[in-house]
């Protein structure tokens, strides 16, 4: 990635000296409303100290002046600004780095915590299990209450216990915590992924290194589902989403053939939801992405928690086909 600056523009010039539990990080792209709210819900936790970091990726002038007097004058927040969207995966891990709590935690810019003691009980949850690397919280539509199922990033099996809480190989990005610890062991997030899949290449890197990843779906985080600043599957998005788990494959030293059913699954998914040169495009590359990340394969260890919470939870292949292939929307990742 070329060279980026990224400057202080308002709040707190630095993250308290002392310690403190929880860094929370946003990430901000316009959405002036949204954003607003995402740092004011932030702000409002309760029980915990915690430090508020906005990273803006290039917002028009007027939104950041907005931001920017959300936090003037605070001592617990901050907002930053880099001169070009780094994504989220870089984005994430400036804005990680901003501060030094023993917790990092992370909403998205259109989500709000459900209530103003979840964050304090998201830092609860990571103390009481101290092998686990990160959490990931229940995602629910803000305007319904009900389960968000386009943040749904887990088998479909397991909906049903949506309520409930289980191991996991991966978090969803628009809530979740992550211990600071496993954050510097496995090396935070790989900005070679921009957007997508970026939590799941992280857990895959906590997991090999002995580290835990669980569902808490007590602790719940409401997203405005905004479908105009969504992007689509018609879009960049598929082809970063096809593009990026193909590469988190190879890293880990998954020989082509052996993606072949992959491939085979997503151009089929594609050319059902009209993508039939999207898909293509992203197995190039796939292939073309720097070899110089690519990791030692997984230790039996992580691969046996891959097939006991994950690959179990998903059925049969015929069931995977019809669950997670021939649909013409959103299904479950292949």
Avoid at 78 to 97: F, I, K, Q
Avoid at 274 to 286: D, N, S
Wanted: hydrophobic share 45%; aromatic share 8%; proline share 4%.
């Amino acid at each position: 990635m070329a060279k980026y600056t990224i400057s202080h523009v308002a709040g707190a010039t630095q993250p308290p000296t002392t310690a403190y539990d929880v860094d929370v990080i946003i990430l901000a792209l316009d959405r002036l409303e949204d954003t607003v709210a995402a740092i004011r819900s932030a702000l409002d936790q309760t029980g915990v100290s915690r430090h508020v970091t906005i990273l803006d990726q290039g917002s028009a002038p007027e939104n950041l002046v907005w931001l920017g007097a959300t936090v003037a004058g605070r001592t617990d927040a901050t907002l930053l600004r880099a001169d070009r969207n780094l994504g989220v995966a870089e984005g994430r891990n400036r804005a990680s780095a901003f501060g030094h709590g023993r917790m990092i935690a992370g909403i998205d810019n259109d989500a709000v915590f459900a209530e103003t003691n979840t964050l304090s009980r998201m830092v609860a949850a990571l103390d009481e299990e101290p092998d686990m690397a990160a959490i990931g919280c229940r995602i629910l539509n803000h305007g319904t209450g009900e389960d968000d199922a386009t943040s749904w990033g887990y088998p479909r099996g397991l909906l049903p216990r949506a309520g409930g809480s289980f191991l996991a190989t991966t978090f969803v990005g628009a809530g979740h915590a992550i211990r600071r610890a496993a954050w510097i062991d496995a090396g935070g997030y790989d900005p070679a992924l921009f957007f997508c899949w970026e939590e799941y290449d992280f857990c895959l890197r906590a997991l090999a290194r002995g580290w835990r990843v669980r569902y808490r779906g007590d602790l719940a985080i409401r997203h405005k589902v905004a479908a105009e600043q969504r992007v689509t599957w018609t879009g960049r998005r598929w082809f970063q989403f096809v593009r990026n788990r193909l590469y988190i494959e190879r890293k880990y030293g998954a020989p082509w053939w052996r993606l072949l059913p992959r491939i085979g699954g997503y151009l089929v998914k594609g050319a059902c939801n009209g993508m039939v040169l999207q898909t293509p495009r992203a197995i190039l590359a796939a292939a073309w992405m720097d070899r110089r990340t690519f990791a030692p394969p997984l230790p039996a260890t992580a691969r046996a928690y891959l097939r006991s919470n994950d690959t179990a939870h998903r059925g049969s292949l015929v069931h995977r086909l019809r669950a997670e292939v021939l649909v013409t929307q959103e299904g479950g990742p292949v």
